[in-house]
T-cell receptor
Framework: NAGVTQTPKFRILKIGQSMTLQCAQDMNHNYMYWYRQDPGMGLKLIYYSVGAGITDKGEVPNGYNVSRSTTEDFPLRLELAAPSQTSVYFC????????????FGQGTRLTVV | AQSVTQLDSHVSVSEGTPVLLRCNYSSSYSPSLFWYVQHPNKGLQLLLKYTSAATLVKGINGFEAEFKKSETSFHLTKPSAHMSDAAEYFCVVSNPTGTASKLTFGTGTRLQVTL
């Protein structure tokens, strides 16, 4: 019963490097989300998708890109990493919209040095 | 616009005593409200949700919350704390039109349970 799987769990990047955070869900959910969690700040929405081929910006999209070529996968791309992107990143999915239960991955802890 | 305020960043209780985690919200619409729990180094898990049915909502692990429109509150309670309840708790408000971009998280309350 995998649910939402994120890889990697931890990563250290140098300033200016790029990387992709992977997210996959096996629940056939249409909605998928990327959040970042900073200490004392709650979760902020980066990007979301309501189905394959459809993505949209959340509250804090700058410095990130996403794609959704399949229902299962929703990778998050960081281009030109900056120290401000040091955070814990969570991927989530839900069957329908914002008033249905969201299922979260275990997170990716990213440090940019 | 919508917002959510968790009134305590940290709550400490003794095992076996009641738990109260406070949440106030602001929303232009009739909101859906959630409580999520995050154990250390884990993702978030849904505890309970309110979506305009009964105002007293029961969740998992003995938690419940009461929606009070007049007070714009959605406080989380549990009659008797257990050591395994130690975690971070997030109150979340949602735009009921279902727009995915309208989930707003509170800043979290860390619950400590002592012997």
């Amino acid at each position: 019963n995998a649910g939402v799987t994120q890889t990697p769990k931890f990563r250290i990047l140098k300033i200016g490097q790029s990387m992709t955070l992977q997210c996959a869900q096996d629940m056939n959910h249409n909605y998928m989300y990327w959040y970042r969690q900073d200490p004392g700040m709650g979760l902020k929405l980066i990007y979301y998708s309501v189905g394959a081929g459809i993505t949209d910006k959340g509250e804090v999209p700058n410095g990130y890109n996403v794609s959704r070529s399949t229902t299962e996968d929703f990778p998050l791309r960081l281009e030109l990493a900056a120290p401000s992107q040091t955070s814990v990143y969570f991927c989530a999915s839900s069957r329908a919209g914002a008033d249905t239960e969201a299922f979260f991955g275990q997170g990716t802890r990213l440090t940019v040095v | 616009a919508q917002s959510v305020t968790q009134l305590d960043s940290h709550v400490s209780v003794s095992e076996g005593t009641p738990v109260l985690l406070r949440c106030n919200y602001s929303s232009s619409y009739s909101p859906s409200l959630f409580w999520y729990v995050q154990h250390p180094n884990k993702g978030l898990q849904l505890l309970l949700k309110y979506t305009s049915a009964a105002t007293l909502v029961k969740g998992i692990n003995g938690f419940e919350a009461e929606f009070k429109k007049s007070e714009t509150s959605f406080h989380l309670t549990k009659p008797s704390a257990h050591m395994s309840d130690a975690a971070e708790y997030f109150c979340v408000v949602s735009n009921p039109t279902g727009t995915a971009s309208k989930l707003t998280f509170g800043t979290g309350t860390r619950l400590q349970v002592t012997l």
